[in-house]
């Protein structure tokens, strides 16, 4: 678990879009984020205070987490010597880049004299036990793609938010390094060994109230050979109540896969809904959610309308239109 | 890869079933087992010659092979004399063990100062690649379980033989620690990070000649919760021509998994199936394997002849019959 609220480093962001997991925080937990700290030359703004470490730390910041991707894979010498300043003013630091804090031996040193904590969410950082396959309490929710990166993890985001604007009991479980820094907890799955993968996702989603709704945060998909064993291992060890298949229809083949054409939603509900109800038999397809933003506003309503009537369950792109009806659906189980 | 010939430490094994791994070198790489070594009350007997490490080094033994069980998870210090003393004379040690080899500091100074190596086949020794699912030449059949021990290996390993009594070209692929021992190379797929298990299949089962036939031993149960995703993994990273069912007929319930059912071999064929074609669209389920060891001769004969004609596939037991019936059905593919 990682201390929260934060400041977001966004260092010297080239662009935007380098900023992607502080934007991201900014989105999904404001309430995470005191600030952001920008370097000479930054090009992102979340549109947050811009504070020295200094001001953050009076506003109560905890943890200084880096929100955006570095250059050449290299933690720079001016970066460095922010990070070791913040360990010395009491920070711990947060990051998801490749290139680990823990390998530095400098903010290794930092750390270890300030007594503040490293957290590279890369890694996991606990020993994770072997799928017992037991029937927890509470219920979950999990996105399945017809690829990766179709939106899996943004309708969880959506629909753990709509969730809890309406007073329900909803939770984010984080299975990437966006999603942990987002939320300050998770588990790393792409790097969790073969053996425990699903034990891993048990352990992210425990016994919990019995109108509880976990959202799994989907990673891969079971039609994509790179990453299909990870989506397994979500499927059986979430024992989801209810699936949400996730799709981006323009998409021309498998990503990063040139050869390998995507699956019909159906075929995705028929692989995805029986292996599913291995774990969990009373499990069901509760919606479907697209992600349109390669289509026009018409083009796009046209094609939720026509899956929704093709597929008889509800369709929605929750980054367009919100995840309104996807929780709907979930209620109406 | 581990140098061989072997010589097998039998250790103190207090009975025959401790020497399992040995008795698996010594049943499918006769060649690569010189003789066995005993300590003091032995309890098992491979019936190969007796010999000291240097009547083995004579033999031309390349490594030290700990082919026994070892108890309460130690290294005891009558076996780690006998271990230096094997490195000091010019012996690799291999060893399956949950204790590594590695983290014992003695072993460590005595492999460094004789210039041998320490094969740990519990934990990888490659950085493997990402899977990029490109079509590979030759063939490549996997084994594929209702449920996990229902002898995925030994089907493996008993059509490999058989190929290659028939003067077939055909590889045995080994995917866990006792089938990494027993061919001497392999990937230990479940202690591999999840990003890289199908890509590790794949450099497992490389491109090879047209004709030659990769047996990937196959890990785990689509329908075991547990381990699920490696199983997934090699179905996509192996891209196999053929998959082999494999079932026990007289298990009550999944393996460790109390209240978990296993599927029948109809939905294992139409659950796996589809999933292999997604990496070969040519794959077909060419046979069952049936371990019939705990059923009488008659009972075994009967199950066989109900399957295969429910099934439509040749049905076999290859520790009982041979692997015969189940390479005429490759071969005939």
């Not at 480093?9 to 920008?38: S, T």
């Not at 976990?214 to 979500?234: K, N, P, R, W």
């Amino acid at each position: 678990m990682i201390p929260t609220p934060y400041l977001l480093f966004l260092g010297d962001a080239p662009d935007q879009l380098a900023a992607k997991v502080a934007i991201g925080i900014k989105d999904w937990r404001p309430e995470n984020a005191v600030g952001q700290l920008r370097l000479p030359g930054c090009k992102a703004d979340l549109g947050l205070s811009d504070m020295t470490l200094e001001e953050a730390r009076t506003a109560g910041a905890q943890t200084l987490v880096i929100g955006v991707a570095n250059r050449g894979g290299v933690i720079s010498e001016t970066w460095k010597k922010v990070l070791i300043e913040a360990l010395d003013m009491g920070f711990d630091i947060a990051s998801g880049l490749h290139n680990l804090l823990r390998d530095d031996p400098e903010l290794v040193a930092a750390a270890g004299r300030a007594g503040q904590e490293l957290h590279d969410v890369r890694v996991p950082s606990v020993s994770y036990p072997i799928a017992t396959g037991e029937k927890r309490t509470g219920k979950r929710c999990l996105a399945v793609g017809t690829d990766c990166s179709v939106g899996k993890m943004y309708t969880g985001l959506a629909m753990d938010a709509e969730m809890r604007k309406r007073g329900l009991k909803s939770s984010f479980r984080a299975t990437g390094q966006t999603g942990i820094l987002i939320t300050g907890r998770g588990v790393p799955l792409d790097a969790v060994v073969a053996d425990f993968m699903a034990g891993s996702v048990e352990y992210l989603t425990p016994d919990n109230d019995a109108d509880h709704w976990d959202h799994i945060e989907g990673q891969g998909s079971l039609f994509h050979v790179s990453y299909s064993g990870v989506t397994m291992a979500l499927i059986h060890g979430g024992q989801p109540d209810a699936l949400i298949l996730a799709h981006e229809p323009t998409r021309k083949h498998m990503r990063g896969l040139p050869g390998y054409a995507l699956p019909s939603l159906e075929q995705l509900r028929d692989t995805a809904l029986p292996l599913a109800q291995v774990a969990n038999p009373a499990c069901t397809v509760a919606g479907i959610s697209v992600n349109t933003a390669a289509m026009s506003e018409q083009e796009a309503l046209d094609y939720l309308a026509e899956v929704e009537d093709r597929m008889g369950l509800p369709a929605a792109d929750p980054f367009r239109q919100g995840a309104g009806r996807l929780v709907d659906a979930l209620q109406d189980l």
